[in-house]
C-alpha cells in the first residue's frame, strides 16, 4: 500500500459525530445481534469475492429483491417464525409494516473514538444502552471487542445508515457514522460474497427475504474505505497533526530503504573483496 493510500485511509478515521446526530432506529431499536439474504444474479454491482477465490478478486454479482405483496409479507413472516429456535421473532404491525431483529458482527480493524470521560463500554454497557447524551469534548481512542456481536430490534423501514448510527450510541462510539459501513455476507456454491448496504436499503426486509438462516444472509459493520478523503472536512489540528503522521512515515520509509541499501553495497563489496585478483 502506497503512503497516500495509507494516509487516505487513516484521514477517514479523523474526525467525530456531529452533535445533532439523528436518532437511528425507533425507540424499540433494543441492542442485540441475527442475519440475512435474497436470490444472487450476475450483473454489474462489485462485490468482494471470497472463499475459493483471493480476497483482492471481485466477482459482479446483484442481489434480487422483489417487492411483496401484503399477503405474501405475512405468509414469510409466519414461514419466517416457523424455523426460528429463538424468542427473535418478527411481528407484523396493524399499518403493514413489521418489526424484528438484525444480528450484526462487528469485524472493525481501526480504533474507535468514546469520550474520555467515560470507560471504554463492554458488551453489557452496550446491551443496556447509551446514557444522556452530552457535547463531546475530550475524546479517547480504543479497540472494539474482536467480532462482537449484538442484535437490533428494528422496523421494516429502518435503512441501514440508521442501524450503523445506532450501532455507534450503543457502543457510545463518537466517530462519524460515514466512516462506517454495514455489509451483507452470503454463502453460495461454496463461494463467499459481501456487499454493501447503500444508506437506504432496509435489512430486516433482506432479513425476511433471505429466512432466518445466517450462511444464506448475514450482517457485517465494516470501516468504509470506499471515497476520497475530503480534505475540507478536518479541523486545523487534526491537519497539522496528519502532517507530523505523514512525516513520520516519509522517515521511516527513507530508513527503511538506506538500510536495504547500505546492507547491498555491504554484500556486493564482501563479494570483490573474495574474488581472486585478474
Known sequence: MTLTCRMANSARWLGGLPQDATQAVPRQAHAHFPQPLPVL???????AHVATRPLWQDDPVEWETPDLSQAEIEQKIKEYNGQINSNLFMSLNKDGSYTGFIKVQLKLVRPVSVPSNKK??????????????????????????????KHLHVLSRTRAREVIEALLRKFLVVDDPRKFALFERAERNGQVYLRKLSDDEQPLRLRLLAGPSEKTLSFILKENDSGEVNWDAFSMPELHNFLRILQREEEEHLRQILQ??????QKIQEALHACPLG
Open 260 to 265: 536495504k541499501y547500505s546492507h547491498c553495497r
Open 120 to 149: 471504554p463500554p463492554s458488551l453489557q454497557d452496550a446491551q443496556r444502552g447509551p446514557g444522556r447524551g452530552t457535547a463531546v469534548k475530550r475524546r479517547t481512542s480504543f479497540y472494539l471487542p474482536k467480532d462482537a456481536v
Open 41 to 47: 444474479r450476475r450483473s454489474c454491482c462489485t462485490c
